[in-house]
């Protein structure tokens, strides 16, 4: 039950896209398709803006996007927007539940 | 719609017991696996728990095995965290959420601090 690694922060100007890291084993990112992504605000719960790698929750907007190669997912969002600046964490699902360590967006 | 609120949370010693409670609405509870996620101040999400729809399945992260005890009440739409032998690193803010694969609905978390 290892975190899952992701970068500490990443940025970018609004308009831009930037693409958010998400590292684990083949016993949890890379042996199963269920990777979540959660954007938190601060002092807010979590929102869930991916699941199941790529899929997209109603109302979540197109510029969010998810990948996952071998052992390691990733979420682009892009054109970035001001609101977009918050901590996202991934998820992987493996029997247990797991989550990265977060990444901190900061729109320029 | 979905709610979800948590209570329960409060100050407690070391060693001692907490039981938080979730109040499910707006769907259908016994329909879902359900989740208790924490969050440590200024620290990122662990994922604390999860059970089965009807109770049969439960699951723990290694740190709370032994010590916590998730449970429902699907008549009365409730999830449970049971907390005992709490230590100060147990300290989170603590959120109910709906699923066990992703987690679509969460509630607005309850504060447990366990210190003297």
């Known amino acids: 039950q290892s975190a899952l690694t992701q970068p500490r922060s990443v940025s970018g100007s609004p308009g831009q896209s930037v693409t958010i890291s998400c590292t684990g084993t083949?016993?949890?990112?890379?042996?199963?398709?269920?990777v979540s992504w959660y954007q938190q605000h601060p002092g807010k719960a979590p929102k869930l803006m991916i699941y199941?790698?790529?899929k997209r929750p109603s109302g979540v907007p197109d510029r969010f996007s998810g990948s996952k190669s071998g052992n390691t997912a990733s979420l682009t969002i892009s054109g970035l927007q001001a609101e977009d600046e918050a901590d996202y964490y991934c998820c992987s699902y493996a029997g247990l539940g797991v989550f990265g360590g977060g990444t901190k967006l900061t729109v320029l | 719609e979905v709610q979800l609120v948590e209570s329960g949370g409060g100050l407690v010693q070391p060693g001692g017991s907490l039981r938080l409670s979730c109040a499910a609405s707006g769907f259908t509870f016994s329909s879902y696996w359900m989740s208790w996620v924490r969050q440590a101040p200024g620290k990122g999400l662990e994922w604390v728990a999860n059970i089965k729809q009807d109770g049969s399945e439960k699951y723990y992260v290694d740190s709370v095995k032994g010590r916590f005890t998730i449970s429902r009440d699907n008549a009365k739409n409730s999830l449970y965290l049971q907390m005992n032998s709490l230590r100060a690193e147990d300290t989170a803010v603590y959120y109910c959420?709906?699923?066990?694969?992703?987690?679509?609905?969460w509630g607005q978390g309850t504060l447990v601090t366990v210190s003297s």
């Open positions: 083949s016993s949890d990112v890379g042996g199963y398709n269920y």
């Open positions: 959420a709906r699923g066990v694969k992703s987690f679509q609905h």
């Open positions: 199941d790698v790529s």
